[in-house]
């Protein structure tokens, strides 16, 4: 299966763009591959769905501490020691930033992608299933050392 890099890139940059902008974060660029549709996740998952030329969902998998320490430098600094209901908003504003970012530079290509507001999924040993989707793995490695799994799932015509 060949994954299309134009449908990535836009995911890519707007991460970039916004972890930049909003939490003063760099990372490099993990490994991409193609993940089971079924799949272990991380203690924090933010989901947005996308519809539109792009049908899907875009699943943002983090550590605990990933999370925490994003929302921290999203906060200027403020020190944030439990994922509570400020930070969670934080996290969900930053994929949304992230994604409504993705889907102006779809536009700017001609592809209408039109997203859901974020859904936030907290606890351990979680299994998402995106069934009857290509999913593609974008690794994020922060420069502090964490990692945000985002995960690109989305129907093929």
Not at 25 to 43: A, H, N, R, S
Not at 52 to 59: A, H, L, P, T
Not at 103 to 114: A, D, N, P, R
Request: with cysteine.
């Amino acid at each position: 299966m060949n994954i299309n890099v134009e449908y990535i890139n836009p995911f890519i940059q707007a991460s970039q763009q916004v972890l930049k902008q909003v939490a003063n974060i760099d990372f490099k660029l993990g490994k991409v591959y193609l993940k089971d549709p079924t799949y272990k996740v991380e203690q924090v998952v933010v989901i947005i769905g996308m519809t539109g030329n792009i049908k899907g969902q875009v699943n943002f998998c983090m550590s605990l501490d990933a999370a925490k320490n994003i929302a921290s430098k999203m906060m200027g600094g403020y020190p944030v020691t439990e994922f509570d209901d400020l930070a969670k908003s934080a996290i969900g504003e930053l994929a949304n930033m992230i994604m409504g970012n993705t889907s102006m530079l779809f536009s700017q290509k001609g592809l209408k992608v039109e997203i859901t507001p974020p859904s936030i999924l907290m606890g351990e040993n979680m299994i998402l299933s995106t069934s009857k989707m290509i999913n593609i793995c974008v690794p994020l490695l922060l420069d502090n050392g964490d990692k945000i799994d985002m995960d690109v799932a989305f129907v093929e015509y």
